[in-house]
């Protein structure tokens, strides 16, 4: 599995982590049933704290993406469940295009970034 952290990204350590995960499964990087990395391997791995790496796992559990079990560690349970409206998965795309309108760039350039995005995520997807 592989993770970065970027020390200059404003979004939370633990929120990097939530969101690479994130991108891992619906890439098709890990897959049902895959074994997570222990929370210490990956804290020391990534030179962070490891009760960031728990905080992330426990997001992704409440998400219900993983299973955790103490003793056997955290399993990618499945992709969000198909129970999820469309007007509750648009909301985090909302925000980031009004980000990139805020910015200034032209309707164009955000449908190539958005384009170049998809492509990049979907292209480990089976």
């Given amino acids: 599995m592989f993770i970065t952290v970027d020390q200059d990204d404003r979004r939370p350590i633990y929120q990097q982590v939530?969101?690479?995960?994130?991108?891992?499964?619906?890439?098709?990087?890990?897959?049902?049933?895959?074994q997570l990395?222990?929370?210490?391997?990956?804290?020391?791995?990534?030179?962070?704290?490891?009760?960031?790496?728990?905080?992330a796992?426990?997001?992704l559990q409440n998400e219900g993406l993983i299973t955790v079990r103490h003793g056997s560690g955290a399993v990618v349970a499945s992709?969000?469940?198909n129970n999820t409206g469309d007007d509750e998965l648009r909301k985090p795309?909302?925000?980031?295009?009004t980000q990139l309108v805020l910015a200034g760039l032209p309707k164009t350039r955000i449908l190539?970034?958005?384009a170049d995005e998809l492509?990049?995520?979907?292209?480990g997807t089976r």
Avoid at 93 to 97: D, E, F, G, P, V
Wanted: proline share 4%.
């Fill in 18 to 34: 939530v969101d690479e995960i994130k991108a891992l499964i619906a890439g098709g990087s890990l897959e049902e049933g895959e």
């Fill in 37 to 55: 990395p222990p929370v210490r391997q990956l804290a020391a791995d990534l030179g962070v704290n490891l009760n960031t790496i728990a905080t």
């Fill in 57 to 59: 796992y426990r997001e």
């Fill in 79 to 81: 992709k969000i469940s």
């Fill in 93 to 97: 795309l909302r925000a980031a295009l």
């Fill in 112 to 114: 190539s970034i958005v």
């Fill in 119 to 123: 492509k990049a995520l979907l292209k």
